[in-house]
C-alpha cells in the first residue's frame, strides 16, 4: 500500500517561491508515474504536473509552465517528489496533493491517478 505524505505549504508574497515535498513509500513506485495536483476554494481539482516513472518525461499545465519544476529522487523503497514553485501568483492559491498513477508514462489524467496524499496548503497573498 502507497502511502503518500506531503509538506512545505505555506503563506507566500505574490513573486516568491515555495518547494513543496511528497515522500510515496513503496517498493512498486518503480514504475509509476508520480504527480501534482491542486484545488483551489470553490473549483475542481486540476492537475498541475506529472513526471513518469523514469523520471525522464513531465508534464505541466499551460498556467504553471516556465514557473513550476517537477522532479522526483527514487530511493529503494521510498521516492522523494518536489515541485518547486517560483514566482507565485495568488491564482496558485490552493491545496496542492501528490498522487501516483498505475501507469509509468507522465499524463496528468486524474483517472488514472489511485493512490492520493492528505494534501497540503499553499496562500499567495500579499
Known amino acids: 500500500q502507497v502511502q503518500l505524505v506531503e509538506s512545505g505549504g505555506g503563506l507566500v508574497q505574490p513573486g516568491g517561491s515555495l518547494r513543496l515535498s511528497c515522500v510515496a513509500s513503496?517498493?512498486?513506485?518503480?514504475?509509476?508515474?508520480i504527480g501534482w495536483f491542486r484545488q483551489a476554494p470553490g473549483q475542481e481539482r486540476e492537475g498541475v504536473s506529472c513526471?513518469?516513472?523514469?523520471?525522464?518525461?513531465?508534464?505541466?499545465a499551460d498556467a504553471v509552465k516556465g514557473r513550476f519544476t517537477i522532479s522526483r529522487d527514487d530511493a529503494e523503497d521510498t521516492v522523494n517528489l518536489y515541485l518547486q514553485m517560483n514566482s507565485l501568483k495568488p491564482e496558485d492559491t490552493a491545496v496542492y496533493f501528490c498522487?501516483?498513477?498505475?501507469?509509468?508514462?507522465?499524463?496528468?489524467?486524474?483517472?488514472?491517478?489511485?493512490?492520493w496524499g492528505q494534501g497540503t496548503q499553499v496562500v499567495v497573498s500579499s
Open positions: 498522487a501516483t498513477s498505475w501507469h509509468s508514462s507522465s499524463s496528468c489524467h486524474q483517472s488514472d491517478f489511485g493512490t
Open positions: 513503496a517498493f512498486t513506485l518503480d514504475y509509476h508515474a
Open positions: 513526471i513518469s516513472s523514469s523520471g525522464d518525461s513531465t508534464y505541466y
